[in-house]
């Protein structure tokens, strides 16, 4: 459905945005003002067509999805909106005539960073499609004053700074003063029995008060908005005159400081007290005002909550919003005098939950002492929960403590969220099909013995539309002059571009438009950065966050080893090859950070050397993000998805680099799998050892020297290390990979090594074939249509939430 919109139109709403707010005419405007004005009109036709929305699916009683997330890596919003509203040319149109363009006002808009990396994205990608294809949806999340964080690379060292995105982003945001609740933290619970039964006074609690603020996300050519309600924490204390007048300024603020700092930043640190009680806060504080929140707009709708399930699918995506179960829990007995059972079956009937990692450093676990004090009726719900599980656990499984221990929401003075989210859900799925095996045979065996039904797959995907129609407007022109335009909604029209596979002027084509995104690219990165790039070079991309697991190292091993072979033979026939990463540590990560420092540090050791420098280039774009992503993605040739076998739920980024027809070098892992069914083994590069080879070695022990000593070049490598690059050594890498401890080389780069430069020797000779590499880049565009986000939230809305479209 288009929005009708003129040029008229648009010259009427953003003179008068700028008139009424800035007191100026276009002519007169800066950029900032004519950026926020253009916003404002955008902010103000999403609004009209969220009420209109709202009052269809209300007269309908459509049943709606509430998605909780800790974060949602949304980017910039105004070329996001303003092409699914299909309104950019009337828009662009207007602000020619006053020597400006919509282009120029993107670069106003700082990326709103509150995610961290694919978790995020995929719930941004999420809220698109649902509004696309028409589903009742809400995500809710926290208003973070500052973004994760800024990277600078200052001597190979990655340094944090503030990401403050509000200045350019609050315009985005319509506050929601109607829709203010109190969340209480600390103090403790007061029981006293009535004639009306149990009532639960919490005493000295601290209060804050929850206030949300909208942000409208559009999909393509549907009639729905989907809003994502941003929670900030203010004090619910009135201005204290009297302390102020006292002269003692810093204990009267100190409750809004306090209040401040909760929703300050995403994820702080949590490798002291204080960190982790902040994060738990945090937690806390988004679900509790989010179940308030639905609660309090079910019951002025419908009356009643008997009817939640069969309204509201409340969707836990990943652990950190798994403290909603024993608030919904709480809300329904406390507040709403409903009885345990009665209670439970509702929630359990609403809530379901998405598993995204095997990792057990990631499923999150929480000190049984600090629930207790920060949320103590909390805390008395989660051991209430647990006990009548264990009980019936017990008549299921007599005697068998071990696995009884195992699903138990508390052990060893631990709270255990996987295991919460679990019981308490009526869907759990994984987000590939290989994720979603590993945890029915692994993390969650004892619970899918119990219930095998309740567990499901939903392969993650993307939004196509931003990653393929916005990203790469010359490749779309090539497809819609080849199979029309069928695909900018239903993802899985592409398949039709399969039949050109053998037509020498489409594969001719391709490789143009790369060679014109990699241009781009290069140029971009000359301005953002002042780096140099050969866009006649390999663009070989790692982008993605920085964790051992994802082996960067591995990645950086293979350029040393390619390094190496140059130092001793500079005129070595090769092809020329830029290796791109973009990639943020945690604040708290050391190793994650020297490895960043193992790569700049070697770009900057390769820069020495301009004859091999030629043939040889690493890059660090410093500050990846979603707008770097999107001009990154296209100028991608060769797509390194080299994660561990058995380690990556899904991987969203693999799917993007598809669809813009990069190849992929990966291993049989995460979504890596289903790639490889949909495009075909002889359309990626495959290498390595497989999730089950990995568990096999582990079991008859995993020596990482045995590689070494097999394989020269690896010990050309290792000694390279202990050289090091650019005058600093990277000695405590390679014993990381030898000798480190309890394991050494955990993810296990020198077992695939071998495996892995092999596979790249075959990316060189195809390389090296220009017709073959566009053919095998045409059947990724072609087949990367199933891995679009409007199938998934398909999928979710079928077989998981009982959601119907609104048509």
């Known amino acids: 459905m288009e929005t009708k919109f003129t040029e008229k139109e648009a010259e009427s709403l953003i003179v008068g945005k700028l008139s009424r707010y800035y007191g100026v005419m276009p002519k007169e405007a800066t950029k900032e003002q004519l ?15 969220r009420e209109k929305f709202y009052r269809e699916y209300r007269d309908k009683n459509g049943k709606r999805v509430y998605y909780l997330c800790m974060e949602f ?10 092409y699914n509203l299909n309104i950019q040319k009337q828009i662009d149109s207007f602000l020619k005539k006053q020597g400006s363009s919509l282009e120029e006002l993107y670069d106003c808009e700082p990326d709103a960073g509150l995610g961290n990396g694919g978790l995020g994205r995929l719930a941004a990608c999420f809220m698109d499609a649902l509004a696309a294809q028409n589903y009742p949806a809400m995500g809710f999340s926290l208003r973070y004053e500052y973004g994760l964080f800024k990277q600078k690379i200052v001597d190979g060292w990655q340094m944090e700074l503030p990401d403050d995105w509000l200045p350019g982003g609050e315009v985005w945001l319509s506050p929601r003063t109607d829709r203010i609740f109190k969340v209480k933290f600390d103090g403790y619970i007061k029981e006293n029995w009535t004639e009306n039964g149990l009532k639960v006074d919490h005493v000295d609690a601290t209060e804050l008060e929850a206030v949300p603020y909208d942000m409208m996300i559009s999909g393509a050519n549907g009639k729905a908005v989907s809003v994502l309600r941003l929670w900030k924490a203010q004090t ?4 204290d005159m009297h302390t102020f007048s006292q002269g003692e300024y810093m204990r009267c603020m100190q409750e809004d400081n306090e209040a401040d700092l909760l929703t300050k930043v995403l994820y702080p640190s949590d490798n002291h007290y204080e960190g982790k009680s902040l ?23 419908f009356g009643s909550l008997d009817t939640l399930p069969d309204r509201a699918a409340i969707h836990i995506n990943d652990t950190h919003p798994a403290l909603l179960v024993p608030e919904l829990m709480r809300l329904l007995i406390d507040e709403y005098g409903y009885s345990w059972d009665k209670a439970w079956d509702i929630v359990t009937r609403t809530v379901a939950y998405t598993n995204h990692t095997v990792m057990s450093e990631a499923l999150e676990k929480w000190n049984e002492d600090l629930i207790q004090r920060r949320l103590p009726r909390i805390y008395m719900i989660l051991k209430e929960i647990n006990e009548r599980f264990c009980a019936d656990m017990w008549n299921m499984f007599p005697g068998d403590w071990n696995k009884i221990n195992r699903m138990s929401i508390f052990s060893h003075n631990q709270v255990k969220m996987a295991n919460l989210s679990v019981i308490a859900s009526h869907k759990v799925n994984g987000v590939s099909a290989l994720h ?9 065996k004892d619970f899918a013995d119990v219930w095998p039904d309740k567990f499901t797959n939903v392969t993650n995907g993307i939004a196509h539309r931003r990653w393929l129609c916005q990203s790469n407007p010359e490749l779309c022109e090539l497809l819609s002059s080849c199979i029309g335009d069928g695909y900018k909604m239903h993802g899985e029209k592409l398949i039709g571009f399969k039949k050109f596979e053998n037509d020498k002027n489409v594969l001719k084509e391709l490789n143009k ?12 990165a000359k301005k953002k950065q002042g780096v140099i790039i050969d866009p ?8 993605k966050r920085m964790h051992e697991y994802k082996r960067q190292l591995m990645n950086a091993l293979y350029i040393i080893s390619l390094y190496n072979d140059l130092k001793e033979n500079p005129d070595m026939d090769m092809v020329p090859k830029t290796f791109i990463f973009g990639a943020k540590a945690a604040p708290g990560y050391y190793f994650a950070k020297q490895i960043i420092k193992l790569i700049c540090n070697l770009s900057a050791d390769i820069k020495k050397h301009p004859q091999i420098a030629k043939k040889l280039n690493v890059v660090y774009m410093e500050d990846y993000n979603v707008s770097m992503a999107e001009k990154l993605m296209p100028a991608t040739e060769l797509s390194e998805q080299i994660s561990q076998s058995g380690k990556e739920a899904s991987g969203t980024g693999n799917m993007k680099f598809m669809i813009n027809g990069a190849l992929t070098i990966g291993t049989l892992d995460g979504a890596n799998v289903e790639m490889q069914e949909a495009c075909g083994p002889d359309n990626i590069f495959i290498f390595g050892l497989t999730a089950s080879e990995v568990d096999d070695l582990w079991k008859h022990g995993y020596s990482s020297s045995s590689y070494y000593k097999d394989n020269s070049r690896l010990e050309k490598v290792i000694k390279a290390l202990n050289d090091g690059f650019n005058g600093v050594s990277f000695g405590d890498i390679a014993n990381y990979l030898l000798y480190g401890t309890p394991v050494a080389d955990p993810y296990m780069c020198m077992a695939d090594f071998g495996s892995y430069y092999a596979t790249h020797c075959k990316v060189d000779q195809t390389y090296l074939q220009p017709e073959k590499w566009a053919k095998m880049s045409l059947n990724n565009i072609a087949t990367a249509g199933v891995f679009a986000a409007d199938r998934s939230i398909k999928e979710y809305a079928d077989r998981i939430w009982g959601l119907k479209r609104i048509d």
């Open 436 to 444: 979603s095996d590993i945890i029915k045979k692994s993390i969650f």
């Open 536 to 543: 006649e070079t390999m663009f070989d991309v790692q982008s």
């Open 35 to 49: 950026y926020k004005a253009v916003v404002m009109a955008v902010r103000d036709i999403l609004l009209e067509k």
């Open 279 to 301: 994060r738990l806060k945090q937690q806390y504080f988004l679900v509790s005002a989010s179940m308030q929140n639905i609660l309090t707009d079910h019951v002025r709708r």
């Open 236 to 239: 619910s204390h009135s201005f």
């Open 513 to 524: 438009i790369k060679e014109l995104k990699k241009k781009q690219f290069a140029e971009y």
């Open 73 to 82: 890596l949304l980017g910039q919003s105004l070329k996001n909106n303003t």
